[in-house]
């Protein structure tokens, strides 16, 4: 098992771009998440998904969408890309309420 | 709202040396409390929980409290490791129809050195 994985590793973006990361995880989790990490502020939730076809707001969701057209894969999408998006993401899954299992990260810079 | 509340780090130890690092939280009801750790390019990881009042949670050494009186969680290792230096982070759930809400603290980082 990979367990949750994230595409791409590092990403560097202009303003006004757009971009579209990868989360993927074969645990056959219902419930999936993203998260964004500033220092000093932990993980704050973005957006994230009870179920196939499901999604919902999190803390922090201006500026992104997601989707979850299959069980296994979350979406996370920047239609315009701010440097306020600079950060570190992260995706999560989980059995319902269990155990959250997080990847490795993707760290995007926005110039 | 939830909130979750740690100590700003770093925190810096020579090995052996004994951790604490504070945690407090303000929820609504009756949280279950999470210590996550990040090692370096890594994601993190679920090091210790606990679901209920008195409850410690305990793994590789490191032991935590849930203290309802004081709304507190501490995290402690009596002899830490160079191995052990990694981000630390406090977090709280509560549950809702919606998700499996976690809440995060700030994070501190630890650094032992040999």
């Known amino acids: 098992n990979a367990g949750v994985t994230q595409t791409p590793k590092f990403r560097v973006l202009k303003t006004g771009q757009s971009m579209t990361l990868l989360c993927a995880q074969d645990?056959?989790?219902?419930?999936m998440y993203w998260y964004r990490q500033d220092p000093g502020m932990g993980l704050r939730l973005i957006h994230y998904?009870?179920?196939?076809?499901?999604?919902a707001k999190g803390e922090v969701p201006d500026g992104y969408n997601v989707s979850r057209l299959k069980k296994q894969n979350f979406l996370l999408g920047l239609e315009s890309a701010a440097p306020s998006q600079t950060s570190v993401y992260f995706c999560?899954?989980?059995?319902?309420?269990?155990?959250?299992?997080f990847g490795p990260g993707t760290r995007l810079t926005v110039t | 709202g939830n909130s979750v509340t740690q100590m700003e780090g770093p925190v810096t130890l020579s090995e052996e040396a004994f951790l604490t690092i504070n945690c407090t939280y303000t929820?609504?009801?009756?949280?279950?409390l999470f210590w996550y750790v990040q090692y370096p390019g890594e994601g993190l990881q679920l090091l210790l929980k606990a679901t209920k009042a008195d409850d410690k949670g305990s793994n590789k050494g490191f032991e935590a409290t849930y203290r309802k009186e004081t709304t507190s969680f501490h995290l402690e290792k009596g002899s830490v490791q160079v191995s052990d230096s990694a981000v630390y982070f406090c977090?709280?759930?509560?549950?809702?129809?919606?998700?499996?809400?976690?809440?995060f603290g700030g994070g501190t980082r630890l650094m032992v050195k040999p």
């Open positions: 999560a899954s989980s059995y319902a309420a269990g155990r959250q299992y």
């Open positions: 929820a609504t009801g009756y949280p279950s």
């Open positions: 645990m056959n989790h219902e419930y």
């Open positions: 977090a709280l759930k509560t549950y809702n129809n919606a998700g499996n809400m976690l809440t």
């Open positions: 998904s009870v179920g196939e076809g499901t999604t």
